[in-house]
């Protein structure tokens, strides 16, 4: 018997997925307990609408984040801080800040956990960041740090 599982069962498989399980199995266990439903063709349409649903919602995220990496390679973020001699930075630039400032003087919002700093900046000058803002689409922010 054909099913679609409405949740993911160790074993047998993931949420959405149409598998064969043996009929004693789906009526007894699968069915009872509303973790699956029979693949007729009402429930695979409404299936088939899910799928495309969260396609077009990916795709619209992928186009967003695509728009935000243009942006961000035209930006120059500068971020002022407190420096002593020799160009040394009292602490230093962390991701939160950036993230911080980019929202400020851009209005650009980026999750600080995005943000591809190896740790935190601690000399003054221009440096290049990576921001993953989706699956495959990577920004690249300029960064000034000045005193």
Do not use: C, H, W
């Amino acid at each position: 018997m054909k099913v679609i599982l409405k949740a993911d069962i160790k074993g047998v498989g993931k949420k959405d997925e149409v598998i064969n399980a043996s009929d004693g199995y789906a009526r007894n266990f699968l069915f009872p307990k509303n973790l699956a439903v029979e693949a007729n063709n009402e429930n695979m349409l409404k299936l088939k609408a899910k799928q495309n649903s969260a396609k077009f919602q990916k795709d619209q995220e992928k186009e967003e984040a695509i728009k935000t990496s243009d942006k961000l390679s035209k930006i120059l973020l500068k971020i002022q801080v407190k420096a002593g001699e020799n160009g040394k930075i009292f602490g230093g630039v962390s991701s939160k800040e950036i993230a911080q400032e980019l929202e400020k003087q851009y209005k650009i919002i980026v999750d600080k956990k995005k943000i591809d700093l190896k740790e935190t900046i601690k000399v003054l000058g221009m440096q290049t960041i990576e921001i993953k803002l989706f699956e495959g689409v990577i920004g690249k922010l300029k960064i000034d740090v000045i005193s």
